[in-house]
Every structure is written in C-alpha cells, then in structure tokens.
C-alpha cells in the first residue's frame, strides 16, 4: 500500500535529519512535521522557538550544518554589541536568525497563532512540506535538577550546558494544551506516525504530555513506529543516556519502548545493536546513524518501506 500521509513528532536536531530524509522522498501532501513547542522561551524581548526553527531551516537547506541549529554563515554582531553592552550573551543568536524571531514575536502580538506565523514563515524560506508546531498554546519544559533546583529548558540545556543533574521534568501547560485544527488535520488521515530519533524526555514527551495528542495517537489504528535514540548505549548527540542514568532508567532501547508504551505498535532499533527483548511490538533493524545526506534519505525509506509492508494481525 502506497503511502498517503505520514506524520513526524520531532524535536531538534536529530529530529530535523529524519525530516530531512523523508522530505527528499515524499511530495508535500504526503508529509506533516509536528514539532516540539517545549523548549520556546521568550529572550530579549523576543519569541524563539529553537525546534521550530531547526526543522525550517534544515527544510529550507538553510541550516549551519556544524551546529544541527542556526543559519549557516551567520554573522553575530548584535550580539557582540549586546555583549559590549555588559549583556552576558550565552544563547548564540545570530544576526539572520534574529530576523525570523523578529517577525514571528510581532505576528504572535497581532493575535495570529504560532501555526499561522509557522506557516508564513515555511512558506518565505521556500519550504513546501507542512511544519506544524505541536500546539499553539504554551507548554514549557521545566527541569528539575539537584544543583540548581528547577530550571526553564533553554537555561539547562544551553546556558548550563546540560550538565545539572536532572531529577525531574515536568511539562508546564501540557495538560491545558490543545491541539490545532491542522494537527488534528494531519493526524486524521494520517496512514502512519513516526516519533523521530529525538530525545524522549526533553523533546518528544512535552508532545505526548498533551492529552488530545495521546489519544489522537491512540485512536489510530495505524503504523506508529519510534526511531531509536541510541546507538550502543549512546545517544548521537545531546544528554539522552546521561538523563536516562541520573533518572535511573538503563540505557537500553528497551527502555524507549517502555517509555513510550501503547503508542507504539514498532520500533526500529539500530542495526548495530542487539534486538530488544521485549514482545507485542514489531521490531527492525535499521541503520539509523544518520552521518550523511544520503544516510537520511535511505533511513526514511526504510521507514516507509516497513509502514507500506504493514500487514494488521488477523
Ligand atoms: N544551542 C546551543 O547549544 N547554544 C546556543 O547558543 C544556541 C542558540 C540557538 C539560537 C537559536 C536557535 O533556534 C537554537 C539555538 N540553539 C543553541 C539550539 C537549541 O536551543 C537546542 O538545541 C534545542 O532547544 C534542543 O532541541
């Protein structure tokens, strides 16, 4: 059965090569990104939302590809001014990047919702394939750690470096958050769901802390598949193993698949790894080490190979 529509819950970075990957072989109907909203937090002024931005600018061939996030060649002069300034300027905010906060904060403050200005936004920087931010509500990812109590998510993961010890995340505003009209959209006719290889706890679970979301997700009967995180006991990049260890939780895929219970109906796990032993979800192998463009490409399709083979149990 030939694909009609699939879904993608992403964060950031490792989140934008799958999107990436799919965008090269699916036409724009055929795809919806849905993006983490958790870690958007309002800096000088302005409102930034790194996942979304992330996922467009990798989209749009725009992104600096050494960092994962931020437009490549980016100048930082505003910046070194505010530093001048005596601002202590630990989120790198570039001088082209800035212009994309500018014009979404004065959207947001004429009312229109964050998937409007998302969707102006994708549409000036070239971008075909629907990004949809997971709500227009706002949900925080709030941290609790031992060294410096509860801390918002951009002070943890940038300023500090994601080096306090992680107790606790909650997801402030998750609860109340509903979904947008286009993501219920999206999800309806959705023919599969992808929960990209993105970190569980910081990136994909303010997503599933949205209740409508959770049961969206449940009342398909479709393939609803997670791309492993980890790779020997490693995530690629970012502190996915060091949140699992400070949260207690072994660093094994067979924990992602716990973590994310009866949403999922199968998980594809990385070639090089043993097979999970963990029984009623279907499992495969895959090269999910996304190095190059060409790795990104061929991991969506066999994604897309495993959800067009999908045959329900008689
Ligand atoms: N990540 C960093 O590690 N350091 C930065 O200075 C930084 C700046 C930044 C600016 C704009 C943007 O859209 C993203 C930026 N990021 C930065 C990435 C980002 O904050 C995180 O990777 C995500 O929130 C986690 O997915």
Request: glycine share 8%.
């Amino acid at each position: 059965m030939a694909i009609k529509h699939l879904v993608l819950l992403v964060g950031g970075v490792g989140g934008a090569k799958l999107a990436y990957g799919f965008q090269q072989i699916l036409v724009p109907e055929q795809l919806t990104v849905v993006v983490n909203t958790g870690d958007d937090f309002w800096h000088y002024g302005l409102r930034i939302c790194p996942d979304l931005d992330t996922i467009m600018y990798t989209l749009a061939g725009v992104v600096d590809r050494k960092n994962g996030w931020g437009i490549q060649h980016d100048t930082h002069r505003v910046l070194g001014m505010l530093q001048q300034l005596g601002e202590n300027t630990w989120f790198r905010l570039g001088d082209l990047d800035l212009a994309t906060h500018i014009i979404r904060t004065r959207q947001l403050q004429e009312g229109q919702t964050l998937t409007q200005v998302t969707q102006f936004l994708t549409q000036h920087y070239g971008i075909s394939h629907q990004i949809l931010p997971m709500t227009d509500d706002n949900v925080s990812t709030i941290v609790q750690t031992r060294e410096h109590g509860e801390m918002e998510f951009q002070p943890y993961f940038v300023e500090h470096r994601w080096q306090p010890t992680v107790e606790a995340l909650t997801y402030r505003g998750a609860e109340q958050a509903r979904l947008s009209p286009a993501v219920l959209d999206a999800l309806n006719v959705a023919d599969a769901v992808v929960i990209g290889p993105s970190n569980p706890w910081l990136s994909i679970s303010p997503i599933l802390n949205i209740p409508a979301m959770r049961a969206a997700l449940r009342a398909r009967n479709v393939p609803r598949i997670a791309v492993t995180p980890l790779i020997g006991g490693q995530a690629i990049k970012g502190p996915t193993a060091k949140i699992m260890r400070e949260l207690a939780i072994p660093v094994t895929p067979a924990s992602i698949i716990q973590f994310y219970g009866d949403l999922l109906n199968g998980f594809v796990y990385d070639r090089r790894d043993r097979k999970p032993s963990v029984e009623a979800i279907r499992l495969f192998a895959e090269d999910t080490l996304m190095l190059s463009d060409y790795h990104k490409s061929n991991l969506a399709r066999a994604l897309l190979s495993i959800i067009e083979n999908w045959t329900e149990p008689s």
